[in-house]
């Protein structure tokens, strides 16, 4: 099965820009489509977007068009959510998650273990 | 696109309750659905996906039904162990959008 291990915490400032990768390991790593989730504290699971490396593509939620940039590095299997001109708002808990491959069909079973991104000034 | 919807928001019932969770899809999407458990702290877990597929390693008290618009999650028996948070997802096409979640607790 895919495993997926994030970059640690940051801490940020209004107006800046925050990248928190994504590390792809076993199974399937190589071809892994690579989705972001968040979740702001106390909140629900919001989907950001996914990129699909070997093609490559990618697709935004509405939300986030234009203030995020999702891209992959095939060679490091590692995948990458930037996100620009932070707000209060974006504080919140950004998770990798895919679908490894290995038994279902469907939805996401394998998560990373979440980075917390704290905007503040 | 498509907007997903949930009832109730939470509810609290007893151990060994049978419990039912509503999820609504705007427009149709097949039987893509996908369930989760969160609990608080944790990173989401997979339960059920093709809306009635038991994930593996899934306790068999958990159950899903429905197609098209409608499709439901059932836990037959609640345990203290699925005092958490539920989320429906629709994964026929991008955006993957969650319904808002339903959280339930022991009484």
């Known amino acids: 099965q895919v495993q997926l291990v994030q970059s640690g915490a940051e801490v940020k400032k209004p107006g800046s820009s925050v990248k928190v990768s994504c590390k792809a390991s076993g199974g399937a790593s190589t071809t892994a489509v690579i989705n972001w989730v968040r979740q702001a504290p106390g909140q629900g699971l919001e989907w950001m977007g996914r990129i699909i490396p070997i093609i490559p593509k990618t697709d935004y939620a509405q939300n986030f068009q234009g203030r995020v940039t999702l891209t992959s590095d095939k060679s490091t299997t590692t995948a990458y959510m930037e996100l620009n001109n932070l707000r209060s708002e974006d504080t919140a808990v950004y998770y990798c998650a895919t679908l490894s491959g290995d038994g279902a069909t469907g939805g996401f079973d394998s998560w990373g273990q979440g980075t917390l991104v704290t905007v503040s000034s | ?107």
């Open chain 2, 1 to 107: 696109d498509i907007q997903m919807t949930q009832s109730p928001s939470s509810l609290s019932a007893s151990v060994g309750d049978r419990v039912t969770i509503t999820c609504r899809a705007s427009q149709g999407i097949y039987n893509y659905l996908a369930w989760y458990q969160q609990k608080p702290g944790k990173v989401p877990k997979l339960l059920i996906y093709a809306a009635s597929t038991l994930q593996s390693g899934v306790p068999s008290r958990f159950s899903g039904s429905g197609s098209g618009t409608d499709f439901t999650l059932t836990i037959s028996s609640l345990q203290p162990d699925d005092v958490a948070t539920y989320y429906c997802q629709k994964y026929n096409s991008a955006p993957f959008t969650f319904g808002p979640g339903t959280k339930v607790d022991i009484e």
